[in-house]
């Protein structure tokens, strides 16, 4: 079995970020140099730690609660501890003791870090998309949207919400657009995520006919008096309770529709 010993580093694609790399068989006697380095690292202000346990053999449940404190520590200091990399039995330790609910664990130092441009430095995300002007793209655009938001780890109701917006919109983006042959027959798409918000934006060629009601409709939308159980424009009604902000701007041009969706869960 492999002498414990700890080393502590800094990432390369950020000093932010701090890796300590542990080894060995973490028992009992080995709580006293966890506790160090990470005061260490805490004195330093880098509080973002990745601990990377590849080489972690055995651990006891004495060093994961001293783990555990560690990360309460880095926490009233705005950071976090994760940890990458665990073996099958040390992973079972954790899990044994339930601590594999309170750690976030990552397969690799990799994935960690990508956890702290996302969680911790508001990463945004962006997805871009034009469709012809009909109905049979809908239901995989608003999938597409919906997949987006499970993989960042947004709630299966947030997701859900987040789907209904999206099938709303475009199918009336398709029902109230431009009908001419050629260009304009698209609905444009434009999303952009974090971890606390999903910004969405359809928008699409108006159709000369439709105009005017367009700009009544987006009028009467506009109205904080707006209700779901009205007929006019149900379904914009239905968009506008489920999300945190509802924009509509229509013109002789075209009709722009603007949801935020902030995270819930």
């Not at 034009?130 to 997701?159: C, H, M």
């Not at 398709?174 to 027959?185: D, F, I, L, T």
């Amino acid at each position: 079995m492999k002498t414990f010993q700890i080393e502590i580093a800094q990432s390369k694609e950020s000093p932010d970020i701090t890796i300590i790399s542990l080894r060995g068989k973490l028992g009992h006697n080995t709580i006293k140099k966890i506790r160090q380095a990470f005061d260490s690292i805490i004195a330093k202000e880098k509080v973002f730690v990745v601990a990377d346990m590849s080489d972690v053999e055995y651990i006891s449940s004495a060093s994961v609660g001293e783990l555990m404190g560690c990360r309460t520590s880095l926490m009233e200091k705005d950071g976090d501890l994760v940890l990458a990399g665990l073996k099958i039995e040390v992973l079972e330790t954790l899990s044994a003791l339930d601590a594999d609910k309170i750690f976030k664990l990552y397969k690799d130092v990799r994935s960690a870090i990508n956890l702290y441009y996302w969680e911790y430095q508001g990463q945004v995300e962006k997805i871009n998309l034009t469709f012809p002007s009909e109905l049979n793209f809908v239901p995989p655009v608003r999938q597409l949207v919906r997949r987006i938001a499970e993989q960042k780890d947004y709630s299966s109701k947030d997701a859900f919400r987040i789907e209904t917006i999206v099938d709303e919109i475009c199918n009336n983006a398709v029902e109230h657009g431009s009908m001419a042959e050629g260009e304009g027959r698209e609905v444009e798409v434009s999303v952009s995520i974090d971890r606390k918000k999903i910004e969405i934006s359809i928008s699409n060629t108006s159709d000369p006919e439709k105009v005017d009601m367009l700009k009544k409709m987006s009028k009467y939308l506009s109205s904080p008096k707006v209700s779901f159980h009205d007929k006019r424009g149900r379904g914009l009604a239905l968009v506008k309770m489920l999300s945190n902000d509802f924009q509509i701007d229509s013109s002789d041009y075209g009709t722009c529709v603007h949801v935020t969706k902030i995270r819930e869960e």
